[in-house]
Structure formats: C-alpha cells, structure tokens
C-alpha cells in the first residue's frame, strides 16, 4: 500500500456527488498537487484527508494506517489554511507553538524549536510580532512554519498562495518547493493555478466535476494530456476533427483543411481504432508558420515580449488556429502542423 | 429655515426622552418632602437614609443574586445555543433561533401569570429561584443575539485550525474559541445582568415573600413620605444602568475595528 492511499472514495452533502468514487497513490516525499476549478471537489479531498469530513464510502490510509474514523486532531497530517487561519489574539510565537503544547517540551526546547522553524520560513525575529501586524506574505510563512513545527507526516496545502500578489507568489513556490526538498515530507496541494500546479508538483491530479481526469508528471499532462477537458485545462491547445485511415508504426488520418497527415501511432491516446472519430491536438507553440502549409490569414496579433500570440483563420473552419512564436512576414501566411508534435485524442 | 426647523424638533426630541429622567436625580438632592417646585434646597439626607435602610439592603441583595445567576446562566445557554446555530450543518436553524427569540415578544405579564400558573400546577414554590428561571426566558434572547453576531465575526477555519494541531473540541474552546468570545461573553453578561436587575413584572409574580429591589421601590410608593429616598435609589440605579450598559457596548465594539479572520 502506497504512503498515502485513497481508495475509492465518495462524498457528497446530501446532493450530486462532490468527490466520485476518486482514487489515488501518492508515494512518500512526493509534492503531489489537486488541480481543478472551483467546485471541482479539490478542497473537499483535502479535508477528507485532514479529517475535516468524512467519506460516505471509500477508505483513506496514511503509512498503513486507515484514517477514516481518526479525528483530525489525532491525524498525522497538519494544514495551511486558504484564510491561514492565524490565532489573531496570539503572537507569532505563539501561534507556532500553538500545536506544541501535548509535547510539554521545557521551555528552551520549545524556544528553540519554534526559532528554528521562524529561521526555516525566514521569519527570523518576529516571534513577538502581533498577529494583525503581519503582511499577507508573512501571515502565509506563520501558517507554513505553525504546520511544519508538528513534523507531519503530510501537510496539506489549500490553496496556500491564493491570496499573494503576482510576484510574491512568485517567490513563494520557490520557497515552497525548496522547504519541502529541505524537509523531506509529503505535500498535498490544493489549486486551480495550472501554473502553480506544474512549477510546484512532482505530480499532479487533474479534477473536474468530482472525478479524476488524469494523473501524470507535469511534463506528461502537458505534452500528453488524455482528454480534451485536461489539455483544455493545462495551458491552450488547438482541436482538430479527424478520422482514422491506418495505424501501423505511423497513423494516418483524414483531418479535414489540414489534409492527410501521418502522426507517430504512439502519438494516438490509447484505445483508438482504425475508422475511429478523433480529435487531433496541438500546443499553439508547436504550430509554426512556413513558405508552404495550410495558407490562412492572421485575424489577431498579439506582442508579448519574446515572442508574440496569433489568431490564425483558417478557410473552411470557423474557430481561429492559436499560434505562438515569431511574427511572420505580413499578409496572408501559410501554417505547418509537425506531425510528431500532434496528438490523436478520443472526442 | 428648515435646517432651524429639524434642529428645534431635535431639541424637543431629546428634551421628550431625557427631561422625566433627570426629574430622578434633581428632586433626590431637593431638601424637602414634596415632590413640587421650586426646589427648597440641596441635601443628601436621602441617599443617607438609602444607607441605613436595611430592607432595601436585603431587597438589592436579592436583586444581586438573581441578576448575577441569571447573567451567568443566560450566557451560558446563549453561548451553547449561539455555537450551535453558527457551527455546525442542521436543519431549521432558523426555527430554532425563533423560538428561542418568541418570549421577548411574549408579554411580561402575561408570561409572569403563566409562570405562576405553570409553578402551582407543578408544586414548586413562589422564590427567587423562580425568578431566575421566569428572567431566564426574558435574558437566554439577548445573549443569543449578542453571541451570535460575535460567532460570525469569527472565522470558522480557526477552530478547525487548532483541530489540525492536535486539540481535541475542549482545548479548542478554552485556546481559541474562549478568547475571542470574551467580548461578546462580557457584554452578554453585562447586559442580561441589567435586564434581571431592572425587571419588575416577572419577578414581582414569581418573588413570593422575597422582594428584589424594583418590587421594594413598588412597594415604598405606597408611603409620601418616603418618595424622596425612592427617587434617590431610583437616581443610583439609573447612574450605575447606564454605565454598565455603555460599558456593555464598548467591551462588545472591541476588536471589531481589527479584522477577526484570519485573511
């Protein structure tokens, strides 16, 4: 049994199901992310896991042990809040010794625990820092170094970076990422950021509607996402109708304005059959723009820095093609699609 | 003009309010027996004999005692019905929070002669004890209100935060919940023990031969001459009422500047 296995769980408040029959293994050590839009079932799962509700079926189980009928007050796993959830009458000391007391350290063991967790968030001191004069980053780092103090086994993340701005966010998943290698623990994030997602994770989850769509490395959810609705939800994609001719070492599908193309038969989600309706995937960023190809005609242009964002109109299809890279020579343009860059995903 | 016109009727308004209260405490300072202008004089005879009286000691006494209970009591079924209400997922929470609110709309007497009939039919006698419980159903609304507000203004994850590092639901309420309550815990208190102590209706059904002070001051009215020192009690309690209720609002206003969630 995995480190921390959740095995056919369901749970729902007394309507649609919230989290359907989800199941997962997460390997000790690893930073493993939830990654959904809201409502998706993500935060519910991680309060499952922390015990902050209950599956109607399905067992969770952390190091061998089943967790189902454990409090959360005597669960191996601590939490950072979305809201953080600092004490606001206790000081920052305070609130990171907080989960400390059963301990009954004598109390220049407890001091020097709890500086040396302010040192590791890079807190160094603020003990006696009031807990309504901290900033939204230093709330996030109390929150982190309150959890981590308890030596989880897991510690669960929900949405821990939400409510920074953009570049202390920024500087936070660095930290993050960097703790965790430090320390050694499991982590269990919970986000709807992609990005966030894919920076932070060894893995990740992806959810929608209480299900599990996929789960796979960020390397594979981007390059080889099993449905539409993930690669949808992973950066933007551009969908093809085609069908099937052939499958041998190479596949060979009708695709309608983009001809007939031969993809790699590995590129093929598995599954799919000679004659089958597919759609064919690729990343704006791998279509390039050439001498000769499908010809089309910019309709939107879009400079971004490094490199620049199109909308692509094709005749014959009425949603435009994203491409993403150098500005061509003006004028009407011709795409190319590598074929080894297309994927064949069912519809 | 207009602006003449509203600032007059302010003025009357006020006046309308306050002028009968400060009758209390000008005619407890007049040196004469008779409730009538002019004013024959400052004294503080009455509040003197206010001292050296010892039924109205044993009425305040009373008074004390079942304020302090019913204060006590009130709090705690406001704060367990308050906690239950805002925490945890149940039906008719609405219901509940309704019926709990009913008496205050109940009147008095009519409540005092239900409760009279209600004691006789089950034998138990006419005391102070009677009292509190009949000052309970008028006080357990307030608290309620008061805790609840308090209860919302608090975020929830808090209590599930103290949870996650390892107290059980009893830790958590002394650590947490306790502490953040205080305001609200005082002001109920302070306010429920203001409402005891002022009530007559209830009390004066229920008291049997036990008087607190608003059925001593009843009862005083009876003798002229003794109308000057009731004024003079009256004055006392009025002071010491509205210090405690303005003292009840800044204790419950406290904190409410600072954000209590913890975003």
Not at chain 2, 238 to 255: H, K, W
Request: charged letters at 15%; glycine letters at 8%.
């Amino acid at each position: 049994m995995s480190f921390l296995a959740i095995t056919n769980v369901n749970k729902s408040f007394g309507g649609p199901a919230v989290v359907n029959d989800v199941s997962l293994d997460v390997p000790r050590g690893e930073f493993f992310a939830l990654l959904g839009p809201s409502g998706c079932g993500k935060t519910t799962l991680l309060r499952m896991i922390a015990g902050f509700e209950t599956p109607d079926s399905g067992t969770i189980a952390i190091d061998g042990e089943v967790m189902n009928a454990v409090p959360p007050n005597l669960r191996p796993t601590n939490m950072v809040f979305q809201s953080y959830a600092i004490f606001p009458h206790l000081n920052v000391f305070d609130n990171i010794a907080y989960g400390l007391r059963k301990l009954k350290l004598p109390k220049n063991a407890l001091r020097a625990k709890v500086e040396t967790m302010l040192a590791t968030v890079r807190l160094e001191g603020l003990g006696g820092r009031a807990a309504d004069q901290l900033s939204g980053g230093q709330r996030q780092r109390v929150a982190l170094a309150r959890a981590l103090v308890r030596e989880p086994k897991i510690l669960l993340l929900d949405e821990p970076l939400g409510a920074l701005d953009k570049r202390l966010r920024e500087v936070m998943q660095l930290e993050l990422r960097a703790i965790q290698r430090k320390i050694g623990i499991t982590f269990v994030l919970v986000t709807h950021d992609q990005e966030e997602a894919l920076s932070l994770s060894d893995r990740v989850a992806v959810m929608e509607g209480g299900k599990i769509l996929q789960v796979a490395t960020p390397r594979t959810l981007y390059e080889r996402p099993a449905s539409r609705a993930v690669a949808d939800f992973i950066g933007e994609m551009n969908f093809f109708h085609a069908t099937v001719r052939e499958i041998g070492e190479t596949a060979t599908v009708n695709a309608g304005v983009l001809g007939i193309l031969s993809l790699p038969a590995a590129n093929l989600a598995p599954g799919i059959k000679v004659g089958d309706h597919i759609l064919l995937a690729i990343r704006p960023e791998h279509v390039g723009f050439a001498a000769s190809g499908v010809a089309g005609e910019i309709a939107t242009s879009t400079f971004l820095g490094e490199r620049s964002h199109f909308h692509v109109r094709l005749p014959g299809r009425s949603e435009p093609v994203a491409v993403s890279g150098h500005a061509p020579p003006s004028g009407a343009v011709h795409v190319v699609f590598p074929p080894e860059k297309l994927i064949g995903l069912p519809v | 003009m207009k602006n003449k016109t509203l600032t007059l009727y302010a003025l009357a308004y006020l006046a309308f309010l306050y002028v009968p209260v400060l009758v209390l405490p000008i005619f407890s300072f007049n040196d004469s027996q008779f409730i009538a202008f002019p004013l024959s004089g400052f004294t503080t005879r009455w509040y003197a004999g206010l001292a050296a009286d010892s039924a109205m000691q044993h009425a305040l006494i009373n008074s004390l005692k079942v304020g302090l209970t019913t204060a006590l009591l009130s709090t705690l079924l406001g704060l367990m019905a308050a906690k239950a209400v805002t925490r945890y997922r149940m039906r008719g929470t609405g219901a509940i929070m309704a019926f709990i609110s009913l008496p205050l709309f109940i009147p008095d007497i009519v409540l005092g002669i239900s409760l009279v009939l209600l004691l006789g039919t089950v034998g138990l006698p006419l005391s102070l004890a009677a009292v509190v419980l009949g000052h309970l159903l008028v006080c357990v609304p307030f608290s309620l209100t008061v805790l609840v507000a308090r209860f919302e203004g608090f975020d929830k994850n808090l209590e599930e935060a103290s949870a996650d590092l390892g107290e059980g639901s009893w830790m958590t309420f002394w650590r947490v919940t306790f502490p953040l309550m205080l305001p609200g815990i005082i002001a109920s208190l302070l306010l429920t023990f203001i409402t005891s102590f002022d009530e007559f209706l209830v009390a004066y059904f229920l008291s049997g031969t036990e008087a607190t002070l608003p059925i001593y001051i009843w009862g005083q009215l009876r003798f002229p001459e003794r109308l000057p020192m009731v004024l003079a009690l009256g004055a006392t309690i009025l002071t010491v009422s509205v210090a405690l209720v303005v003292l009840a609002e800044y204790v419950r206003n406290l904190g409410v500047k600072k954000p209590m969630v913890g975003a």
